[in-house]
């Protein structure tokens, strides 16, 4: 894996920030364009821009290929049967409501149970909170380990009979724990449970099989897996998506409309109400077509070194609090001592270095950590030891700065 190659073909690395290279760090939070990427979006907009599935003039054609050229591409990225299993989305948020909206308001009643965990992300713990106070249902959530692991044991403990949902994230946007999706799925289904995957952090980084998982539903988005903003995917078992009711209403998704009365059009457009994201759709495909020339496996290989070589150097700097288990997707948590965050990533700024600071929507995982907020630098394919590298060297004149000021 050629990384100095794969970088030539993202130009917004190629700038200083503050009079420094840009070092950018924050990919968990969106990741950047390749080129490959930009000219697939710009060439539709530049040549085939028009409305999908509507109109049968030659751009509506070239359009309505390239977009359903694109849900193909995410069908065999994920392994989903059928592209009908395959519903474009705004991102993992709306993916993830869309389910919380029709199947669970329509599935789950009083008594019933949800599962979920501590480390979520609040895209993946709010939709739970309201589908449980309209259906009578009770929210419940596995325990974490001391490292921010869930074990097996817990939830064979946790998950009962009367769980009817379980809802987990693939890897946590906050530790890097990359949870047993695979074992707890099969555990949710021997209690007759259905199992929401979280994939936000899991798709961009790592081969997806969704068959060999096992899980009813996946959620991700496009913009932190180098493709654009506004556009994600909703993988659903058929079975489920079949016997669920569209969220959104409209053009677009209807079969027939009568005054009192319409059905709907088939899987998986009953769910894409509305002009749909075309551009952005074509650049998901862009991109996943770029992912694959890298290889998904030389991307999860050169991460797992990157975040392991960043756990090494980080240790080296006194009065560092890290955060997450040994083992980890590409990303490491941190807060320095007697510094906030936020001026820990602002000092980091002014070095030309992009990190996250705040509570990275995990609220309640902060709790856990009995801390308000963190910085988070988390890696890509783009990446280099250089980086983490010159990361240490800005932590270090951070913790100088701040200790001659206090």
Same mark, same amino acid.
């Given at each position: =894996?050629?990384v100095?190659?794969?970088?030539?073909?993202?130009?917004?690395?190629?700038?200083?920030? +503050?009079?420094?290279?840009?070092?950018?760090?924050?990919?968990?939070?969106?990741?950047? $364009?390749?080129?490959?990427?930009?000219?697939?979006?710009?060439?539709?907009?530049?040549?085939?821009?028009?409305?999908?599935?509507?109109?049968?003039?030659?751009?509506?054609?070239? &359009?309505?290929?390239?977009?359903?050229?694109?849900?193909? $591409?995410?069908?065999?990225?994920?392994?989903a049967s059928?592209?009908?299993?395959? @519903?474009?989305?705004?991102?993992?948020t709306?993916s993830?409501?869309?389910?919380?909206?029709?199947y669970?308001?329509?599935?789950?009643?009083?008594?019933d149970?949800?599962?979920?965990?501590? =480390?979520?992300?609040?895209s +993946?713990?709010?939709?739970?909170?309201?589908?449980?106070?309209?259906?009578?249902?009770?929210?419940?959530?596995?325990?974490?380990?001391?490292?921010?692991?869930?074990?097996?044991?817990?939830?064979?403990?946790?998950?009962?009979? +009367?769980?009817?949902l379980?809802?987990? &994230?693939?890897?946590?946007?906050?530790?890097?724990?990359?949870?047993?999706?695979?074992?707890?799925?099969?555990?949710?289904?021997?209690?007759?449970?259905?199992?929401? @995957?979280?994939?936000?952090?899991g &798709?961009?980084?790592? $081969?997806?099989?969704?068959?060999?998982?096992?899980?009813d539903?996946?959620?991700?988005?496009?913009?932190?897996?180098?493709?654009?903003?506004?556009?994600?995917?909703?993988?659903g078992?058929?079975?489920?998506?079949?016997? =669920?009711?569209?969220?959104?209403?409209?053009?677009?998704?209807?079969?027939?409309?009568?005054?009192?009365?319409?059905?709907?059009?088939e899987?998986p457009?009953k769910?894409?109400?509305g002009?749909?994201?075309?551009?952005?759709?074509?650049?998901?495909?862009?991109?996943?077509?770029?992912l694959n020339?890298?290889?998904?496996?030389?991307?999860a290989?050169?991460?797992?070194?990157?975040a392991?070589?960043?756990?090494? $150097?980080?240790?080296?700097?006194?009065?560092?609090?890290?955060?997450?288990?040994?083992?980890?997707?590409?990303?490491?948590?941190?807060?320095?001592?007697?510094?906030h965050?936020?001026?820990t990533?602002?000092?980091?700024?002014?070095?030309?270095?992009a990190?996250?600071?705040?509570?990275?929507?995990?609220?309640?995982? =902060?709790?856990?950590?009995?801390?308000?907020?963190?910085?988070?630098?988390?890696?890509?394919?783009?990446?280099?030891?250089?980086? @983490?590298?010159v990361?240490?060297?800005?932590?270090?004149?951070?913790?100088?700065?701040?200790?001659?000021?206090?």
């Amino acid at each position: =894996m050629d990384v100095k190659a794969i970088r030539q073909l993202f130009p917004i690395l190629n700038q200083e920030v +503050n009079g420094h290279p840009l070092v950018y760090l924050d990919s968990s939070a969106t990741s950047q $364009k390749p080129l490959p990427v930009i000219e697939a979006v710009d060439a539709y907009y530049r040549h085939d821009n028009s409305n999908v599935h509507r109109g049968v003039h030659t751009l509506g054609t070239r &359009a309505t290929d390239k977009y359903e050229g694109a849900r193909e $591409k995410v069908r065999r990225f994920i392994n989903a049967s059928s592209t009908a299993e395959v @519903i474009f989305t705004r991102g993992t948020t709306t993916s993830i409501n869309t389910v919380a909206y029709s199947y669970a308001r329509s599935n789950l009643k009083a008594g019933d149970e949800i599962v979920i965990t501590p =480390m979520e992300h609040h895209s +993946n713990i709010i939709p739970w909170q309201q589908a449980a106070k309209a259906t009578g249902a009770q929210l419940k959530y596995l325990p974490l380990q001391e490292d921010g692991t869930i074990s097996l044991k817990d939830v064979h403990e946790t998950i009962t009979e +009367n769980t009817k949902l379980v809802a987990i &994230a693939h890897v946590s946007n906050v530790l890097g724990t990359v949870n047993p999706v695979k074992e707890v799925a099969k555990i949710a289904h021997e209690h007759g449970a259905v199992i929401l @995957i979280d994939g936000a952090q899991g &798709a961009p980084h790592m $081969k997806v099989d969704v068959q060999d998982i096992d899980c009813d539903f996946y959620a991700f988005s496009g913009h932190k897996m180098c493709a654009p903003t506004g556009i994600g995917v909703l993988y659903g078992k058929r079975q489920h998506l079949e016997s =669920m009711e569209p969220v959104e209403f409209g053009g677009e998704m209807i079969d027939f409309v009568n005054l009192y009365d319409s059905t709907w059009k088939e899987l998986p457009w009953k769910f894409e109400g509305g002009t749909p994201i075309i551009a952005g759709a074509i650049g998901l495909g862009a991109a996943i077509d770029f992912l694959n020339d890298v290889g998904m496996e030389n991307i999860a290989d050169h991460e797992h070194k990157l975040a392991a070589y960043a756990l090494e $150097k980080l240790r080296t700097i006194d009065g560092i609090s890290i955060y997450g288990p040994e083992e980890r997707a590409a990303l490491v948590t941190f807060n320095l001592d007697d510094v906030h965050p936020h001026d820990t990533a602002t000092a980091l700024d002014a070095e030309g270095i992009a990190v996250r600071a705040g509570h990275h929507c995990a609220q309640p995982l =902060m709790k856990w950590l009995n801390v308000t907020a963190t910085a988070r630098a988390s890696f890509y394919l783009y990446n280099t030891e250089e980086d @983490i590298d010159v990361l240490v060297d800005g932590l270090l004149k951070t913790k100088e700065y701040f200790g001659d000021v206090f």
